[in-house]
């Protein structure tokens, strides 16, 4: 499964809304349990990539609530409510519907 | 929360074998993934294939079946990337990570910089 984000980067300013967004190829949603099989990450410059969703929309424990993920099917958005200058980073999306599991490109996030 | 510490950053010349550590502790499941993933300089995620820590049994992606293996010491609790046949394109860094069987990667190594050079 082919996962493509976009933007490849985008130049916000604090406290902006922040949409970055993720398709698949074919759809990592599971109709008959419900489930999607999609997370998020966030990478930092020197750091390993650290978990934000996962089940397209769960956030992980510890993840500020501006952090937000929706979507279904084969069209995912990672949303942050307000950036602040710690949320500079690469955003990653993540399928775990079938093998091989794949991410996305990326996405830079930069402060304007 | 699990916590997996990496083996050190590592420099080899074409030809040469590697092994990569990575040891977990703070696990409290019985049976995950240990994932292994690649990112080449400036470059994205790509996953290699994991290791079921229950049972041992690696899985590979393709692209990285032969030169690539996995192997588990359960009386240390640290899985092993061996990469054989080093070439130039080899140069990355190597992620361990663990999930559940099916499961978003909830916990990373801090990586390992392997440089392949003459």
């Known amino acids: 499964i082919v996962m493509t984000q976009s933007p490849d980067s985008l130049t916000v300013s604090l406290g902006e809304r922040t949409t970055i967004n993720c398709k698949s190829s074919q759809s990592v949603s599971n109709s008959s349990n419900n489930k999607k099989y999609l997370a998020w990450y966030q990478q930092k410059p020197g750091q390993p990539p650290k978990l934000l969703i996962y089940?397209?929309?769960t956030r992980e424990s510890g993840v500020p609530d501006r952090f937000s993920g929706s979507g279904s099917g084969t069209d995912f958005t990672l949303t942050i409510s307000s950036l602040q200058a710690e949320d500079v980073a690469v955003y990653f999306c993540?399928?775990?519907?079938?093998?091989?599991?794949?991410f996305g490109q990326g996405t830079k996030v930069e402060i304007k | 929360q699990v916590q997996l510490v990496q083996s050190g950053s590592e420099l080899k010349k074409p030809g040469a074998s590697v092994k990569v550590s990575c040891k977990a502790s703070?696990?409290?499941?019985?049976?995950?993934?240990l994932n292994w993933v690649r990112q080449a300089p400036g470059q994205g995620l790509e996953w290699m294939g994991w290791i079921n820590t229950n049972t041992g049994s690696p899985t590979y992606a393709q692209g990285f079946r032969g030169r690539f293996v996995f192997s588990l010491d359960t009386s240390v609790t640290t899985t092993y990337l061996q990469i054989d046949s080093l070439k130039a394109e080899d140069s990355a860094i190597y992620y361990c990570?663990?999930?559940?069987?099916?499961?978003?990667?909830?916990?990373w190594g801090q990586g390992t910089m392997v440089t392949v050079s003459s």
């Open positions: 993540h399928q775990y519907y079938t093998t091989p599991w794949t």
């Open positions: 089940g397209a929309s």
């Open positions: 990570a663990t999930s559940p069987p099916r499961g978003a990667f909830d916990s």
């Open positions: 703070g696990y409290t499941s019985t049976s995950y993934a």
